[in-house]
């Protein structure tokens, strides 16, 4: 059995693209050929994919990088091949974060939903591309496209309807067992659960998922104990079962301890303090009826509707799984219809940044103008001089201009080094 795991931190870089070609038509009795060189093959991309048949993610804690296949460069006329994509299973309810930002980027809600987290760079262009009135035996191709790399935070969120959440030993597993085909552990001591279970309910002629998590404790919002990572599978629940046992194996006082669960759960935050909610009152019949109904009369002073149940004896089952059905149907029916379908991610959208560093130079901070560079041949002078007017339409002269650079000064970037100058 594998270990069920819910978070990763994944390394991710996607291909980056080949390099175009400077090649020139050369064919029998065609004396002038003019420039054919082709264009370079793109980088492969790294995709997410849902996958309902995925349950932890185990295997990326196993491999925590991943680096697609770079583009084919081109040779003279002969265009370079693309390099193969990277597809991840991931299991159905995967939250993907960027861990540098910390911007949420897609939640794979949905079975089949893909996202590119890191798209491959494209070929370069070969110099077919450049000519010109003014250019036209183009000596120069464009570089590949370099791939993106991102640190990847990935957060397993599991999709139930209704989460089962109470002390250790309250007896959920023994309800979800009851109601429905799942076999947890169940035994007679605390913390028999260290995973998340999953069963799905079948009550007149519908269905839902139901979630056992493992028991809460004091602290748990806080991190202390089992349950504090689990926490956020509840968030996801359209109704909680709040299982209380009515006779603890500890002596303790079961409001005292359904008040406990109740701020750890408030605490917590996700709006779960304010999540629909049954209470499910257990283990009645190995209490005697006078001290079942004080217990009863309390828990209904709280403003949720409360049944007593023994889940071991299969007690008051039905009348709680009807009340579920309908807040579940309720629900539904009040709920907007969402689907999060991302097909790709962001496109750039940023503004260029112009920085006087330490040594009187500038830097420019800005992808774009880093791309622009990266895929410049540098070396070779009709490609640099191609590059000066490019950056100039981008704006990048003028706004070096405005921040007061001078003839002759430093300008970085990214890890390249150039002398500002007006004359192309």
Not at 59 to 78: P, Q, R, S, T, W
Not at 109 to 124: A, D, E, L, P, S
Not at 200 to 214: G, K, N
Request: hydrophobic share 40%; with cysteine.
């Amino acid at each position: 059995m594998s270990q069920f795991i819910d978070e990763a931190i994944v390394r991710m870089v996607s291909g980056t693209g080949g390099s175009g070609a400077v090649g020139f038509h050369r064919e029998k009795h065609v004396p002038r050929g003019g420039p054919n060189g082709a264009d370079g093959g793109r980088g492969g991309d790294i995709i997410l994919e849902a996958d309902s048949h995925r349950r932890t993610l185990y295997e990326f804690h196993l491999a925590n990088k991943y680096h697609a296949d770079n583009g084919i460069h081109a040779v003279g006329n002969k265009r370079g091949k693309d390099a193969k994509d990277i597809i991840l299973k991931m299991p159905v309810g995967t939250v993907v974060t960027d861990s540098d930002s910390g911007e949420v980027l897609c939640d794979l809600n949905i079975h089949g939903m893909k996202f590119v987290v890191c798209k491959g760079g494209r070929g370069g262009h070969g110099n077919q591309h450049y000519t010109s009135s003014v250019r036209q035996v183009p000596n120069f191709a464009e570089k590949g496209e370099p791939g993106e790399a991102r640190n990847i935070k990935l957060e397993l969120k599991l999709l139930a309807d209704v989460g089962l959440v109470g002390l250790p030993n309250a007896g959920k597993s023994t309800l979800l067992s009851m109601v429905s085909s799942a076999k947890p552990k169940i035994a007679d001591y605390p913390f028999t659960t260290i995973v998340p279970n999953l069963g799905v309910v079948s009550i007149a002629d519908q269905s839902f998922v139901v979630a056992d998590l493992p028991g809460l404790i004091e602290g748990a919002s806080e991190g202390i104990g089992l349950g504090h990572q689990f926490l956020r599978h509840a968030e996801r629940t359209k109704v909680l079962i709040h299982v209380v046992d009515c006779y603890p194996v500890d002596e303790s006082d079961p409001i005292a301890n359904y008040e406990l669960i109740e701020k750890e759960l408030a605490e917590h935050g996700e709006g779960l303090g304010e999540r629909p909610r049954i209470i499910a009152l257990n283990k009645i019949d190995i209490l005697p009826i006078e001290y079942v109904n004080p217990l009863l009369s309390q828990l209904e002073g709280t403003g949720y509707q409360v049944f007593p149940i023994s889940a071991a004896a299969g007690l008051g089952l039905q009348p709680l799984l009807f009340e579920v059905l309908n807040i579940l149907e309720r629900a539904e029916a009040e709920r907007p219809a969402e689907v999060n379908l991302v097909l790709g991610n962001k496109p750039d959208e940023e503004e260029m940044i112009v920085v006087k560093t330490d040594d009187g130079g500038w830097e420019i901070i800005s992808k774009k103008v880093a791309r622009m560079v990266a895929m410049t041949e540098l070396t070779n002078r009709d490609a640099v001089r191609y590059l000066h007017r490019r950056l100039n339409r981008t704006g990048m002269l003028q706004k070096l201009r405005e921040a007061g650079a001078q003839e002759g000064d430093t300008v970085y970037v990214g890890n390249n080094v150039f002398t500002y100058t007006e004359d192309a």
